[in-house]
């Protein structure tokens, strides 16, 4: 047997995270490049999994964690501080918008989020609203895979079996304004989809109901979708009337990737918790965050404390690749590349649109950028999703070196999307790079599904 077999049959034997496909094994990554044990080069067109916001290899970043490891690698957050978590809390602090500087360190996006619902839960305790306890969210939307986020995610095929084990949570529709053939106009669209958030608490009973949960900008189930700007002053309005904490998922969205520093600061949000992960360690090392006013945490804390912690939670390593991942978004200026690549970017895809007119809905911020797959992009009639387009689309990408992502939506709408999120440090060339190869995979699809092709 090869060493290569050898390792597969392991692979088979003892791994099973789900994949589709057979995958290369990695051998190197450097700024927006991967490479295989075989030496093929792949464009990291989808930052992994959109989190590693700063590239890969970044020298500052790896520099400050063999600092780090060196001096400690772990001390227990329930027994001693450690300068890192601190660093990094007051970095955060200062980036995040209204009075959002109350940070909790844990190790990922769904443990974000459950922190996040777990601590609007015991503010509402701890302030005399006890009866106070569902957390609505949208459909669909992606907040993460544990049993308490898979509570408020809205994905049919992944909470319909844990449903009865979780709890699961009221969701109202997600905007997907474009859809709708109304005489509306996109912003009246907008009010009338967040106006569903009002009628779902009157439904619910506006006293049991504790928080709304929304990515400001969706991410993986709804592909870059960006609300009209009416929608947000509308939801907070909302939230504010009955009494509502409004919890913005800022785990893909957050530290730089939509040309600012939060999805939500385009429209100057006031969300009060925020849930952080991907980006703020840039896939150096598993972290996330919550970052609440202390509206919320005061009453928590003064009622004993936040009933909370994970044995990783402030790990110096982790914290130590953050506060470097800050230096280097400020040092780079990744925030701002992030917002002028995207509309290089934005685009660049609308005119690979035009030459393939089977893609409509060229959307998102910053190097958060999604379309979609159409049959009739004017009726916006969905392809059959026998053909699963899009994921025949990044399979033909990833085949010719290029990486997007993509996931299947399953609720709400149909939608076969597809996104293209380089890291942000991405230049104007390799956005040519991306697009060359991006291009050359569509001509490979039209021709197989045979759908349309333009000039
Ligand atoms: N929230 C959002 C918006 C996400 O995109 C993700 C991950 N895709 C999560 C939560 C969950 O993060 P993790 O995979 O780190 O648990």
Known sequence: MSAMQSVETDRRQNLFH?????QPMVDRADGIYLWDKSGRRYIDGSS???????????????????????????????????????????????????GLDRIYFVSGGSEAVEACVKLARQWAVATGQDKRWKTIGRMPSYHGITLGTLAVTG????????????????????????????????????????????EKILEEGPESVL?????????????????????????????????????????????????KFLGGDHWACRPDIVALSKGLSSGYAPLGALAATQRIVGPVVEAGGFLHGHTY?????????????????????????????????????????????????????????????????????????????NLRLIDLAFERGLIIYSRRVRGGPVSDNFMVCPPLITTREQIGEIIAVLGDALETLAAELDLPVGR
């Open 18 to 22: 789900f994949t589709r496909r057979p």
């Open 48 to 98: 992994g999994a959109v989190n590693v916001n700063v590239g890969h290899g970044n020298r500052n970043v790896i520099d400050a964690m063999k600092w780090q490891l060196d001096r400690v690698s772990f001390a227990y957050i329930f027994q001693f501080e450690n300068e890192q978590a601190i660093e990094l809390a007051r970095g955060l602090a200062d980036r995040l918008p209204n």
């Open 155 to 198: 994905d049919d095929v992944l909470t319909k079996t844990f449903d009865p084990v979780g709890r699961p949570m009221p969701l109202v529709p997600a905007p997907f304004v474009h859809r709708d053939h109304d005489n509306l106009s996109i912003e009246q669209r907008g009010v009338r989809y967040a106006n569903m958030l009002e």
């Open 211 to 259: 928080a709304f949960i929304m990515e400001p900008i969706g991410g993986a189930a709804t592909a870059a979708l960006v609300p009209p700007d009416s929608y947000f002053p509308r939801i907070r309005e909302i939230c504010d009337r009955y009494g509502i904490l409004l919890i913005h998922d800022e785990v893909m969205t957050g530290i730089g990737r939509t040309g």
């Open 313 to 389: 939670g402030g790990n110096p390593v982790a914290c130590a690749a953050g506060v470097a991942v800050l230096g280097e978004v400020d040092r780079l200026g990744l925030t701002e590349n992030s917002a002028a690549m995207g509309e290089v970017l934005r685009s660049e895809l609308e005119t690979l649109s035009g030459r393939f007119p089977f893609i409509a809905d060229v959307r998102g911020k910053g190097l958060f950028m999604g379309a979609e797959l159409y049959a009739d992009p004017v009726a916006r009639t969905p392809l059959p999703q026998s053909l699963n387009a």
